[in-house]
């Protein structure tokens, strides 16, 4: 194969994981929770699809003369972005793992919750609704 179609489907993987990596951004800042166990398994199939493309390239003999021009450029360029965006990812994850989701609205305390936080009924006194 050569090396412009190399790089063009390895350009394509790269289009397709900086998709998931904005996808994966937008689930943890708007829903504030991990992604789910098959959204995992297709961002390990797709980042190994990556990690074979990036192999292929390296392991490919060179030819004098040859060069990437704007289509390795344009992979750089990408691969720079879906590292930024894992970064990023990375701690919206560590927030999310310890910041538990909480409700938008605190649940109010019932009267007799209260009673029992402020101590009226431990002293024997009747507990009235406000």
């Known amino acids: 194969m050569s090396l412009p179609e190399l790089l063009t489907r390895h350009l394509a ?23 789910d166990a098959v959204w995992r398994e297709r961002k390990q199939a797709l ?3 990556f990690e074979a493309s990036v ?6 003999a060179r030819v ?10 344009r992979a750089r360029e990408k691969s720079l972005q879906i590292l930024h965006l894992d970064r990023e990812n990375e701690q919206l994850l560590l ?7 909480r409700p938008d609205q605190p649940v109010p305390p019932s009267p007799a919750g209260a009673a029992r936080a402020y101590g009226r009924a ?5 507990i ?3």
Not at 55 to 60: F, I, M, Q, S, Y
Not at 64 to 73: A, V
Not at 95 to 101: E, F, G, Q, Y
Not at 122 to 126: E, L, T
């Open 13 to 35: 993987l790269c289009e397709e994981l900086h998709a998931l990596a904005l996808e994966e951004n937008r689930i943890l800042k708007q829903e504030r929770r991990a992604p």
């Open 47 to 49: 980042a190994a699809r």
């Open 55 to 60: 192999a292929e390239l390296k392991g490919r």
């Open 64 to 73: 004098p003369g040859e060069r990437g021009g704007e289509l390795l450029e």
């Open 95 to 101: 927030r999310c793992s310890l910041n538990p989701v």
């Open 122 to 126: 431990a002293a024997g006194r009747p």
């Open 128 to 130: 009235t609704p406000p």
